[in-house]
Nanobody, 119 residues
Framework: QVQLVESGGGLVQAGGSLRLSCKAS????????MGWYRQAPGKQRDLVAV???????NYEDSVKGRFMISRDNAKNTVHLQMNSLKPEDTAVYYC?????????????WGQGTQVTVSS
């Protein structure tokens, strides 16, 4: 089985920075994509940023130039550096990892970490 552990959320003032981390562990053979999604109250869960095995990335338009996703392949860890945070970035942030394990393909979600940006 594959488990994800997230860390790094919290409360920050507008204009501040936070760094989220997500570590995948278990019988992992390969990882195709590692991403971050967010869900604000009453809204659907949306993609924030994703990084693929070839290191290519995609970002949601509103975070381009402010957020940066990176991965440490040796540690099966993905980070999301969030700068110039805005109140509208407030949400629960979820890590998602897709790949192959000893048991076949997997698509796992983290437990979520709250990010609150005060104005």
């Amino acid at each position: 089985q594959v488990q994800l552990v997230e860390s790094g959320g919290g409360l920050v003032q507008a204009g501040g920075s936070l760094r989220l981390s997500c570590k995948a562990s278990g019988s992992i053979f390969s990882i195709n994509a590692m991403g971050w999604y967010r869900q604000a109250p009453g809204k659907q869960r949306d993609l924030v940023a994703v990084i693929f095995s070839d290191s290519s990335t995609n970002y949601e338009d509103s975070v381009k130039g402010r957020f940066m996703i990176s991965r440490d392949n040796a540690k099966n860890t993905v980070h999301l550096q969030m700068n110039s945070l805005k109140p509208e970035d407030t949400a629960v942030y979820y890590c998602n990892v897709r790949g192959r394990s000893d048991y076949g393909r997997f698509d796992r979600w983290g437990q979520g970490t709250q990010v609150t940006v005060s104005s």
